[in-house]
């Protein structure tokens, strides 16, 4: 008798690998199309941000970034109904003027789930609110795959002309607001436009989190070589780059979770864990590293503005790694990632690990 995993309706996340060249970018026109700004900006709501580069240039980083307080996200905590965010001063500010991004509390493959960004609001929702809503919406899952307990997404685009009172449309979305999501959820909130006054958040007291960097110093480990060898290069190899960008992406994550594998000083039993860093022993090096990390909630526009910060700082030939993590929507904890790294002695080059979720 074979044994076969239960339906699910997410298939597994996938990593695309890109080895490219870059612009020097233009600091009063960040660039948004190609890569890899097109990768921040195809993020929805991030949630970390880890910043890697050699210890020498931690210095130049909070001289022209890290040392201002006002360019840390800011973003609240706040309790509303989705009614509430379609009604008075806050749907007319916030939506049909400004630009404001939300996430409601829950995982979207078990919960009800509400997301607004870009005047989009987009609901996660079961079989059986979906239909006591009775809006029109569509399957949410890989056909086949839906499992026992089949997932709707419902999308109203909020800044069309036809999302006002007294539209028949609208009047809908009003009344299954009143009569269906009627419990207060929990949002995350952050506006990406100038604050109306008077403020229509204030009224629902919301809390105010500021995301202050964290900054690790003087991380002494063993760091291979990151840039691919001109052999791979020059021979197209796509096998070769392909286990030379795995094996760097495991290291930078490594760092990233603080593990002490990479440390320069790890003496762990190897019949306990076997990972070695990459490379020859002659091509791997000691050195101190800084890593810097933001957590919260935060736009893409946000993490494409400090790439651009990142390289206008420090000098074009040195490396740095820049990681940003989307939340987790599901049970599992899957999210999606981007990690960009700058080899050394590589102007404008750049390897991209974009790991998307299919949801």
Known sequence: MFSFATPSVYQSSKCFVTYGVMGHPNPEQIPTKGKPWSALLAQDFVH????????????????????????????????MRLGQVLEGDFFTEYIKIGNIMMLSEGKIDSDNVFS??????????????????????????V????????????????????????????DRLAYACKNVFNTPVTWLFHNLSKTPVPDPLSKHHPTKYTSHPVVSEDLLANIPALKPPAAILSSSNRLDLDEFAEEIYEWLSL??????????????????????????????QTGKLCRISWQGFIPPKWTQRILADVILAIPSKSWFSLSTTTFARGIVGDSADCTILRPPNSPGEYFLWDIRRHD
């Open 255 to 284: 760092i990233r979770l603080e593990s002490p594998r990479v440390n320069a000083d790890d003496k762990v039993d190897p019949y306990l864990c076997d990972y070695t860093v990459p490379g020859n022993s002659e091509d791997i």
């Open 116 to 141: 607004l960004k870009e005047g989009m609001l987009t609901m996660h929702l079961d079989k059986e609110t979906y239909e006591r809503a009775g809006l029109v919406g569509k399957p949410h899952g």
């Open 48 to 79: 970390k941000v880890d910043l890697i580069l050699p210890e020498e240039l931690a210095q130049l980083v909070k001289d022209n970034i890290t040392g201002d307080p006002s360019r840390a996200p800011i973003f609240y905590k706040v309790i």
């Open 143 to 170: 056909k086949g795959k839906r499992g026992l307990k089949p997932r709707w997404i419902v999308q109203f685009d909020l800044r069309s002309p036809s999302m006002l009172h007294g539209k028949k449309g609208f």
